[in-house]
């Protein structure tokens, strides 16, 4: 069965950096889309970062230019590094992986957590 494990969060002060790991296995399919999430206390899901099969990304505004979404093929292995973290950033960092869906005239990456099948337990993060 299909298992995602993160690992890498932690507490940090403004202005440092942490990377998130996200160990991927069983994925019934070869290529797929991964990505990352977070929901902070009182607040919906959001994602951040996504990443195609092809090894298209993209960003949320509020994490482009700090934060940057790769992946190791050989260890099946999603990473995030985070930098100039703030304390907006403090919150659960979930990782996730679902197939490209289609848009009507091209397939990409899926946008919306309810578009995800695949899901973590989730890091902590935390920005003081």
């Known amino acids: 069965h299909v298992q995602l494990v993160e690992s890498g969060g932690g507490s940090v002060q403004a202005g440092g950096s942490l990377r998130l790991s996200c160990a991927v296995s069983g994925y019934p399919y070869s290529t797929y889309c991964r990505a990352w999430f977070r929901q902070a206390p009182g607040k919906e899901r959001e994602g951040i970062a996504g990443i195609r099969s092809d090894g298209t990304t993209t960003y949320a505004h509020s994490v482009q230019g700090r934060f940057t979404i790769s992946k190791d093929i050989p260890t099946n292995t999603l990473y995030l590094q985070m930098n100039n973290l703030k304390p907006e950033d403090t919150a659960m960092y979930y990782c996730?992986?679902?197939?490209?869906?289609?848009?009507?005239?091209?397939?990409?990456?899926?946008?919306?957590?309810?578009?995800?099948?695949?899901w973590g337990r989730g890091t902590q993060v935390t920005v003081s």
């Open positions: 996730a992986a679902a197939n490209e869906v289609w848009y009507g005239d091209h397939w990409g990456l899926p946008n919306r957590p309810q578009d995800y099948t695949y």
